[in-house]
């Protein structure tokens, strides 16, 4: 809409711009055009928008043939938004954006986000939706210009800290261009940015505890002059070894550091050396004959190399929500690294029982002791990887104490979501879930 369109339009569905909600409206169509080229959309994408308003960048997304889902808060906006643009591709949903529950945009293969956000919420919206691990691909994003670079900052640099790191992890920021007021009715106050957001390559990042890497990081940023050395002494007290180790000044601060080295510090901050110096080779399975009769043992090694049929354990926890626990596999597993699995899983050790072995896998994993029934065995197969699988279920609420050299996150889902993420995506979860999936569907 041009300038006078929008002004015309807002009189008539009787809407005055609140400054509390971020309503300003983009009336630059060249530059609503451009934003959404960035997102190259077609067909095969579900788009999120944030803030929608009066639809400057929903028809140029819906032209490109993408389903849309537009959140907006307002309800005379969310109302104009469904007249001006009917039809099956766009979803309006009338509700505030912080309590929309990303966790349901696994459903959807591929998965964009665009958005004008408000500023006042901006970082609680980014915080929300970058959430990892997240089922967006990309992020094309109007922020406060403040915002953008703190986003997009380098070590070094007054932009750079806290928020940076936590959302440079596991994204990669780019900042592409400043956006004056007078694109925007009313014109705020400060200038905006525009930013793209894409998720980091599998590996690209060295392996890190993010729980332990958001603490240091929030921690060394507290006092920004300080030292890092003093700040951090409670995790890290070889602090002279540790600064040595990561490359980097021992009387550095927190601005100091790249990326790498924030990870490398919280590497050498680990606790959990007893997790992570276990050595899977070494572990002994029990090796059984078609009908699971054990005839024997061997090394995890020869059992995969060899296609040894096997046993194995499966637990699905439930919440009192009814929501199951998904564990994303650690990605130096040597099988299926990065992808979804059961709340917990793992071999039977030679010598011992389905029973044992769920109980034992479940507090080595998650660090939870809970009563467990039976549900379903599975036969081996190629699927399940040569495994006889005993299914179990078992509720608790959490929250976890993750092994971390096992697992690197976990969330709860509704049921019915992991079944269309099954669907949607089945790339994402390791294939001995889907089949414990299944037989868990079937057996309820």
């Known amino acids: 809409m041009k300038l006078s369109e929008i002004q015309s339009t807002l009189r008539e569905i009787r809407v005055t711009p609140v400054k509390t909600l971020g309503q300003n409206f983009l009336h630059d169509q060249n530059l609503a055009r451009w934003i959404v080229a960035r997102a190259e959309l077609n067909a095969e994408d579900y788009v999120v928008e944030v803030g929608p308003g009066l639809g400057a960048l929903t028809g140029f997304a819906l032209a490109s043939g993408a389903r849309v889902l537009a959140i907006e808060k307002d309800a005379r906006l969310a109302e104009f938004l469904r007249q001006r643009f009917p039809g099956e591709h766009l979803e309006v949903l009338h509700e505030d954006a912080l309590r929309f529950d ?34 967006i691909s990309l992020w094309l994003l109007m ?36 956006v004056p007021g007078s694109v925007f009715l009313p014109p705020p106050d400060v200038d905006s940015a525009f930013i793209k957001i894409t998720p980091r390559k599998e590996g690209e990042l060295g392996h890190s505890d993010p729980e332990l890497f958001a603490k240091l990081v929030r921690l060394g940023f507290t006092q920004r002059r300080k030292q890092l050395g003093k700040l951090l002494r409670n995790y890290i007290p070889d602090w002279d070894i540790a600064s040595q180790s990561c490359g980097f000044d021992d009387k550095a601060r927190a601005e100091e550091l790249s990326l790498e080295q924030w990870i490398a510090l919280s590497n050498f901050a680990t606790t959990n050396s007893k997790l992570a110096s276990l050595d899977p080779a070494a572990e002994r399975f029990a090796v059984v004959d078609a009908a699971d009769n054990v005839i024997g043992d061997a090394l995890r090694s020869e059992v995969h190399a060899n ?31 990065g992808v979804w699995d059961s709340s917990a899983a793992g071999h039977v050790d030679a010598g011992e029982e389905y029973d044992l072995a769920a109980r034992r896998e479940l507090q080595e994993e998650l660090g939870a002791s809970v009563a467990l029934q039976r549900v379903a065995k599975l036969p081996a197969s190629e699927r399940t990887g040569q495994e006889f699988i005993w299914l179990y279920r078992g509720r608790a609420n959490g929250p976890f104490q993750l092994a971390r050299s096992e697992i690197e996150c976990g969330e709860f889902f509704e049921p019915s979501v992991v079944s269309r993420w099954i669907e949607a995506r089945p790339g994402d979860f390791a294939p001995g879930f889907i089949e414990c999936w299944s037989a868990f569907q079937a057996a309820a």
């Open 307 to 337: 296609n040894l049929l096997h046993r194995a354990v499966h637990i699905l926890l439930f919440n009192d929500a009814g929501e199951l626990f998904l564990q994303k596999r650690s990605r130096l597993k040597d099988r299926h690294p």
């Open 102 to 135: 990303a966790r349901t945009l696994f459903v959807h293969p591929r998965v964009k986000f665009i958005g004008n956000l408000p500023y006042n919420i901006s970082s609680q919206l980014l915080l929300q939706f970058t959430r990892y691990p997240s089922p």
């Open 143 to 178: 922020l406060q210009k403040e915002m953008a670079r703190r986003l997009s900052a380098e070590p070094g640099t007054k932009d750079y800290g806290a928020l940076t790191l936590l959302v440079q992890l596991h994204y990669r920021v780019e900042y592409l261009r400043t």
